[in-house]
């Protein structure tokens, strides 16, 4: 009978192997993008790529992290402004920050974007008349918006078809998957404490429930203390509506410019619950800002998780997760 069950067993295991090459080349082959290719951008409009794309720009840091991450970055040829200032770039693809530099969202340089002859370009929403001249060019231009967890992995989906790098895709999502429901399933009978983000420019900057940042926190087990805001960009508050909201934890951005020491000896704030219990912390950014929709921002929840559940989700957990996830997407040794 042991034999029996052996033989079966052994059996089993070889059809089962089996049946995941044959998934894998299957996959491999549904992976690979024919040119030309149409797509549909987080704008809506519809793009046309005839081509594999060999030179890219990127005006947007965002996709210009995905692209590191997608094995891309050997065929950025363009930046957008301030490339030097990005710890993710220096450390993981240092030529990026010599590259010239398109510009940003506010003051978009077109005549050195097309002047470097790209095969493709990337776009923040905000620059819709910069992709329409671009397009009038014969240059195709990708509006991307990654301004909430489904947007963030609609974008990835979107440029890895464009770029036909569908595989790497596809193991960065099954990643962000991973901790996703790992998240949910260990947090899914938390307590939700209310807990305050503030923004990068001032303590009284905030993001309401229709930016990326409140899913963060919801994802680390907490309830966004701004949730009743509705714009969908940074809002400024003031000291008495973040006392009303009274909110348990504080948490700075990653490139806040200001320190946890300013908000905890901040005399407006002595009678907030979050300051009087020193429950003030400021989002890990030394690889890049984690609070901003990047690839790499399902690693603030994992972090934001182990401060407000550290029972459910050990506080080393972010450390031992980040230097796996850099080291497996952007070649970053530690």
Request: net charge negative; charged share 20%.
């Amino acid at each position: 009978m042991r034999k029996t069950v052996s033989k079966f067993l052994s059996m089993s295991l070889i059809y089962l192997m089996l049946l995941s090459v044959i998934g894998s080349c299957l996959c491999a082959a549904a992976a690979e993008t024919a040119y030309p290719i149409t797509v549909t951008d987080q704008s809506g409009r519809e793009v046309t790529i005839e081509k594999k794309p060999e030179r890219i720009v990127s005006g947007y840091y965002i996709p210009s992290s995905l692209l590191i991450a997608l094995g891309l970055k050997d065929k950025i040829v363009g930046i957008e402004a301030k490339a030097d200032k990005r710890p993710v770039y220096s450390l993981a693809a240092p030529q990026l920050t010599e590259l010239p530099s398109v510009g940003s969202a506010k003051d978009f340089d077109l005549e050195t974007c097309a002047s470097l002859s790209p095969d493709l370009v990337i776009l923040p929403l905000k620059l819709k008349d910069a992709a329409q001249s671009l397009t009038e060019l014969q240059i195709p231009v990708l509006l991307v918006n990654p301004e909430s967890q489904e947007l963030l992995e609609s974008m990835i989906g979107l440029i890895s078809t464009a770029t036909d790098t569908e595989e790497p895709a596809a193991e960065l999502l099954a990643y962000i998957d991973e901790q996703t429901a790992m998240l949910s399933d260990t947090l899914a009978d938390v307590e939700t404490p209310e807990v305050y983000l503030a923004g990068n420019s001032s303590l009284l900057s905030t993001a309401g429930e229709a930016m990326y940042q409140s899913s963060l926190i919801e994802l680390a087990g907490g309830k966004n203390a701004a949730s009743e805001i509705s714009d969908t960009y940074w809002t400024d508050i003031s000291y008495e509506q973040l006392l009303a909201w009274d909110p348990s934890y504080i948490i700075l951005a990653s490139d806040a410019q200001y320190t946890v020491d300013d908000v905890l000896n901040d005399a407006n704030l002595k009678d907030c619950t979050a300051v009087k219990n020193g429950d003030v912390y400021a989002i890990p950014g030394e690889v890049e800002a984690l609070d901003s929709p990047v690839p790499a921002s399902i690693l603030a929840s994992v972090w934001l998780a182990g401060i407000l559940h550290p029972e459910q989700v050990a506080p080393d957990t972010y450390t031992q997760e980040k230097t796996s996830y850099y080291e497996t997407f952007y070649g970053i040794q530690e």
